[in-house]
């Protein structure tokens, strides 16, 4: 069955620290691969997507991601934190044919230290 | 250009009342979602269409009805709201086809059956 996995269900960084929050999938192919931010009250923001081509994908504020097929991962990475950076954290796919379907991870929830 | 809208923000509701969420897009996006949060769950999809007079069940659709009488409106309904369905309801659009096409998300629409 297709499922995403975020093992982290909190993480604690100081301000200025790098941060890495991981995402596992399972699916047959390559699918496309999301990840989003939402702040407290708010909706969903994309940060970035992966698709086809360079493994290394980089996105808004300052954030990248890498897609490792050999691991099925597509963790998010950051060189630097700000506090602003506050926030929960989802995972998505959806999958290149069959279905309009995406599926989430069940959040990372990202505090920063000053 | 409001992107995705969702009315109302806030809702309290008795067990056995009923009541429709409203979501409008103005991008012309093809695709409209339904989701719910709830904590440690992430986003589960209720319903979803992929077009006019189109819908479609999702991961947890018990309980709701939708329709897309018009394009850039998605209606979600309760029609006997029950304590589980307590939740925080978001609304998606993207574009058609199977690309790798992000969701927008509205701000959400917390609400509460005691």
């Known amino acids: 069955a297709q499922s995403v996995t975020q093992p982290d269900i909190h993480i604690t960084v100081s301000e200025g620290a790098s941060l890495e929050l991981r995402c596992n999938y399972s699916?047959?192919?390559?699918?496309?691969l999301f990840w989003y931010v939402q702040s407290p009250g708010q909706g969903l923001q994309l940060l970035l997507k992966?698709?086809?081509?360079?493994?290394l994908v980089q996105g808004i504020k300052g954030f990248e991601a890498e897609f490792k097929r050999s691991q099925s991962s597509f963790n998010l990475r950051k060189p630097s934190v700000h506090w602003s950076d506050a926030a929960e954290y989802f995972c998505?796919?959806?999958?290149?044919?069959?279905?309009?379907?995406?599926?989430f991870g069940t959040g990372t929830r990202l505090k920063v230290l000053a | 250009n409001a992107g995705v809208t969702q009315t109302p923000k806030f809702r309290v509701l008795k067990t056995g009342q009923s009541m429709t969420l409203l979501c409008a897009q103005d991008?012309?996006?093809?695709?409209m979602y339904w989701y719910r949060q709830d904590p440690g769950m992430g986003l589960r999809l209720i319903h979803y269409?992929?077009?006019?007079?189109?819908?479609a069940k999702g991961e947890v659709p018990d309980g709701y009805n939708v329709s897309r009488l018009k394009k850039q409106n998605f209606l979600l309904g309760l029609e006997s709201a029950a304590p589980s369905q307590t939740s925080v309801y978001f609304c998606?659009?993207?574009?058609?086809?199977?690309?790798?096409?992000?969701?927008?998300f509205g701000p959400g629409t917390r609400l509460t059956v005691t």
């Open positions: 998606a659009s993207r574009l058609g086809g199977t690309g790798a096409y992000e969701q927008y």
């Open positions: 699916y047959g192919a390559t699918p496309y």
């Open positions: 992966y698709f086809s081509g360079d493994t």
């Open positions: 998505a796919v959806g999958f290149t044919s069959g279905t309009y379907k995406y599926i």
């Open positions: 991008m012309n996006h093809e695709y």
């Open positions: 269409s992929v077009g006019e007079g189109t819908t």
